[in-house]
């Protein structure tokens, strides 16, 4: 009877999770067309990666080497994405080198991140807050959301609590939309856009004015699995567009793992879950492409200054072990070096014509 319960808990959290992130959100009406001055500035967009955030800093990191941040004016990011986006601030603005985010990325164990208390979700993520304090706050000196130096959106999600429908909020170093609070706790909106639902608990925001005293989660989910939308209203805050839009992300296992992530967060499913061929991955990759149609549908005009970059190399990496993560960094920077972003248009073939 205890076994079928755990085998049931496992089915429901993945049903769970399946559910938020395909969840439709907002309706939006029309598409986003910018006109006026001239266009100027490049734009990041990263993606959520949990223990894949090295091979998204890699990326970040080969895009620096070959001279294309020079100019960045606009950065996004959600769930780990989010932690890549504040730390690519502190890189551009000269407060930490690329070895010393090296060296932080390489140093991280799961005990940094979460603890396992008993067989059930979600986990203890205290480690994680005091991890990020350390950095964000200690060694960065960013305390509030505004301290940030690059204007730079950090997506949060609220879930409903019986219909599951939930509302992402961009929340934004400048006033760029009405939801933002520059003096919110930075490292409060990181770790609720880095809690992946169920597994992570939901965490609350302190001192919220323009959003819902509410729980959140991974900002990742539903809308914002590309957190573009704030870039339409950094867009629309200036009067006027960016010139370059480069979507780092990271790649999806080729195998199910899903019974060895459960392992991890401290359940056994007894391998049922990989037996059936259900992949995390795989639901996580539809709601990439999703959300990569739509922000061609959305924003036509900047489908041929779009470039996206994702590693493609043989190894698999689990989402919730962090104790490989300068393998994955020493991989993911081999295969770039000889790869190139590559244009939105060659992963959606049928808006190649659109932005023309």
């Given at each position: 009877?205890?076994?079928?319960?755990?085998?049931?808990?496992?089915?429901?959290?993945?049903?769970?999770?399946?559910?938020?992130?395909?969840?439709?959100?907002?309706?939006?009406?029309?598409?986003?067309?910018?006109?006026?001055?001239?266009?100027?500035?490049t734009a990041i967009l990263i993606t959520g990666a949990a223990a894949r955030i090295p091979q998204e800093a890699a990326l970040l990191e080969q895009l620096y080497n070959?001279?294309?941040?020079?100019?960045?004016?606009?950065?996004?990011?959600?769930?780990?994405?989010?932690?890549?986006?504040?730390?690519?601030?502190?890189?551009?603005?000269?407060?930490?080198?690329?070895?010393?985010?090296?060296?932080?990325?390489?140093?991280?164990?799961?005990?940094?991140?979460?603890?396992?208390?008993?067989?059930?979700?979600?986990?203890?993520?205290?480690?994680?807050?005091?991890?990020?304090?350390?950095?964000?706050?200690?060694?960065?000196?960013?305390?509030?959301?505004?301290?940030?130096?690059?204007?730079?959106?950090?997506?949060?999600?609220?879930?409903?609590?019986?219909?599951?429908?939930?509302?992402?909020?961009?929340?934004?170093?400048?006033?760029?939309?009405?939801?933002?609070?520059?003096?919110?706790?930075?490292?409060?909106?990181?770790?609720?856009?880095?809690?992946?639902?169920?597994?992570?608990?939901?965490?609350?925001?302190?001192?919220?004015?323009?959003?819902?005293?509410?729980?959140?989660?991974?900002?990742?989910?539903?809308?914002?699995?590309?957190?573009?939308?704030?870039?339409?209203?950094?867009?629309?805050?200036?009067?006027?567009?960016?010139?370059?839009?480069?979507?780092?992300?990271?790649?999806?296992?080729?195998?199910?793992?899903?019974?060895?992530?459960?392992?991890?967060?401290?359940?056994?499913?007894?391998?049922?879950?990989?037996?059936?061929?259900?992949s995390l991955d795989n639901i996580l990759y539809k709601g990439f492409m999703k959300r990569l149609e739509a922000f061609a549908s959305e924003a036509p005009d900047l489908?041929?200054?779009?470039?996206?970059?994702?590693?493609?190399?043989?190894?698999?990496?689990?989402?919730?072990?962090?104790?490989?993560?300068?393998?994955?960094?020493?991989?993911?920077?081999?295969?770039?070096?000889?790869?190139?972003?590559?244009?939105?248009?060659?992963?959606?073939?049928?808006?190649?014509?659109?932005?023309?």
């Open positions: 009877m205890a076994r079928k319960l755990k085998i049931f808990t496992g089915l429901l959290i993945m049903v769970v999770i399946a559910t938020i992130v395909f969840w439709p959100g907002r309706k939006k009406s029309g598409s986003h067309i910018m006109t006026g001055p001239v266009r100027s500035g070959r001279g294309l941040l020079k100019d960045v004016v606009f950065i996004s990011g959600a769930s780990s994405g989010a932690l890549n986006s504040v730390m690519l601030n502190g890189i551009l603005s000269g407060r930490m080198t690329w070895a010393e985010y090296r060296n932080i990325l390489f140093s991280i164990h799961d005990s940094d991140i979460f603890i396992q208390e008993g067989k059930k979700l979600p986990v203890n993520t205290e480690p994680l807050r005091r991890f990020v304090t350390g950095v964000v706050e200690e060694r960065l000196d960013y305390h509030t959301i505004g301290d940030l130096p690059y204007v730079t959106a950090i997506s949060v999600t609220r879930t409903g609590d019986i219909d599951l429908k939930n509302r992402v909020y961009r929340m934004c170093s400048r006033k760029i939309n009405t939801e933002t609070d520059t003096t919110l706790s930075l490292v409060d909106i990181l770790m609720a856009s880095t809690s992946f639902p169920v597994a992570f608990p939901s965490v609350s925001i302190r001192n919220v004015s323009t959003i819902p005293d509410a729980k959140y989660i991974d900002g990742g989910v539903g809308d914002d699995h590309i957190p573009f939308q704030a870039l339409l209203d950094y867009e629309e805050s200036r009067g006027s567009g960016v010139d370059t839009v480069y979507i780092v992300s990271r790649k999806s296992d080729s195998i199910p793992e899903v019974s060895e992530e459960l392992r991890i967060l401290g359940l056994n499913d007894r391998g049922l879950f990989d037996k059936l061929g259900f489908i041929t200054r779009t470039y996206v970059w994702i590693p493609d190399f043989k190894a698999d990496f689990l989402m919730f072990s962090f104790t490989n993560l300068k393998e994955q960094f020493d991989m993911t920077t081999e295969w770039a070096v000889t790869h190139e972003p590559v244009p939105l248009s060659e992963y959606i073939p049928y808006v190649s014509y659109r932005g023309k």
